[in-house]
């Protein structure tokens, strides 16, 4: 769903460039919010990891969703646009990439990190996670959000992400992928810009738990690789 704030005219009716642009790409169901001065565009899509919040000026802003949001539908349907809920997957990825510049964020996110050695999939590597020596502690943070042995969640949420660093070999979107799986995702703060370079917390979680790995997961044999391989003759 793409959430639109403050892009259209309660009196008149008219809604803002930007706007309408959306609401023509996305070519969806689309309703006119509770205060008369959004709209939302609902469609059968599932979003690429990154960022879901953007300003558009003058107050407007954009938020898309597709999964855990609560909304009350008014069922006033915005004229000329499609009275269905249409598929658009294709459509939402290339939306998010214009919006959130996906592929160069991507890119930021995964400097520094091992390039995956792993062909399992996530379930499989989720399964593996909760069958290892330490699956208390994974399970505890992945499955029941429980951050009782941590100082802060920050801290919390660097542990697991430090443990799914190890199981996806460092592979930054497998990580974030699992990551909005488990009980720690916070999406209001996943995906908020906090760094000036322009980094949403997430990035920065997962950029800083694959630096501090030292050793990853090989599928191939099952066993552990050190990241430094020169530390082995040492």
């Not at 939402?92 to 890119?107: Q, V």
């Not at 990580?175 to 322009?198: M, N, P, T």
């Not at 630096?211 to 997961?217: K, P, Q, V």
Request: hydrophobic share 35%; net charge neutral.
């Amino acid at each position: 769903m793409a959430d639109l704030d403050h892009c259209r005219d309660s009196a008149s009716g008219s809604v803002k460039a930007w706007a309408a642009e959306i609401v023509d790409q996305l070519r969806s169901y689309t309703e006119i919010t509770p205060s008369g001065e959004g709209l939302r565009v609902i469609v059968k899509a599932m979003l690429p990891p990154g960022r879901r919040k953007r300003g558009m000026g003058s107050g407007g802003g954009i938020e898309l969703y597709d999964r855990v949001r609560y909304m009350t539908m008014t069922g006033n349907h915005m004229a000329g646009a499609p009275a269905t809920i249409e598929e658009r997957q294709n459509e939402m990825a290339e939306l998010h990439a214009r919006l959130f510049g996906s592929a160069a964020r991507s890119a930021r996110v995964a400097t520094g990190s091992r390039r995956s050695c792993t062909s399992r999939t996530d379930d499989e590597l989720l399964a593996k996670a909760r069958a290892a020596k330490n699956r208390e502690k994974f399970c505890a943070l992945y499955d029941r959000g429980d951050i009782s042995a941590y100082p802060s969640a920050s801290e919390a949420d660097l542990a697991l992400c430090g443990l799914l660093a190890f199981w996806t070999g460092g592979d930054a979107q497998q990580i974030d992928r699992l990551f909005r799986l488990s009980a720690l995702f916070r999406q209001e703060k996943w995906d908020v810009e906090h760094y000036a370079g322009g980094e949403t917390y997430g990035e920065a979680t997962i950029a800083k738990a694959v630096a501090g790995t030292r050793e990853f997961y090989r599928a191939s044999n099952g066993i552990a690789e050190e990241q430094d391989r020169d530390a082995r003759s040492k």
